[in-house]
């Protein structure tokens, strides 16, 4: 599939930034959608010592079979500085997604998109590069503040900051703790939480990201 290059990899904090701040207003958070999504793209990336490896797994959006897994091996180009850690993984992720034959309907990133400092998180980041609608599904919140949603599946609240709402604490799996969606380009956040709930049938996190982080783990394992 097709990656734009917007931009060269940065090599410190001030040249990630300035791409930041150029790229942010390309990201659409107005949109409502995606209205059709018969696949999907997970995206994950896995550490070991000075190695990473990214994964980009395509699933069926109702049967959640895996339709094509792509993944491509590098080292960290860029250190690790809070707000700009999508700089490490994005030259492989991007590498990942260019194996692609099919181009999903919607990428789901292991992060986040608008609940980012800069309002521009790795889900945005891509969704830019790509043009595809794109959503972040975090483990743990990065900012903001949230009141802890109801116990049951589905149930959610908002993460707000600085008076915006950037995401939501959404309950996957009842009893569980929430993950966090925000999104990240062409998607609204009512479509996100109920893809995410899709997409997460059995498991607290989306079945995207848990095939992707077994991918991207067992390729450097066998490397």
Known sequence: MK???LHPWPTDADEAVAIQDRLRPLA??????????????????????DRLAAAAVVL???????????????RP????????????????????????SVTPDLLVCDGHGLAHPKRFGLACHLGVLTGLPSIGVGKTRLVGEYDEPGAERGAWSPVSDGG????????TQTGVKPVFV???????????????????PRYRLPETTRRADHLSRETLKAR
Do not use: I, K, N
């Open 77 to 100: 180009g860029f250190p690790y500085v809070p707000g700009l850690f999508a700089f490490r993984e994005l030259p492989a992720l991007v590498g990942a997604l260019r194996a692609l």
């Open 164 to 171: 915006q709402v950037v995401a939501r604490a959404l309950r």
């Open 3 to 5: 990656v734009a290059d």
């Open 182 to 200: 925000s999104v990240g380009h062409r998607a609204d956040l009512d479509t996100a939480c109920a893809l995410t709930l899709r997409l997460a």
């Open 28 to 49: 659409d958070l107005s949109s409502a959608g995606p209205r059709v999504v018969r696949t999907v793209a997970g995206l994950d990336v896995a550490y070991a010592d």
């Open 60 to 74: 069926d959006a109702e049967t959640l079979e895996v339709v094509e897994e792509t993944t491509a091996l590098d």
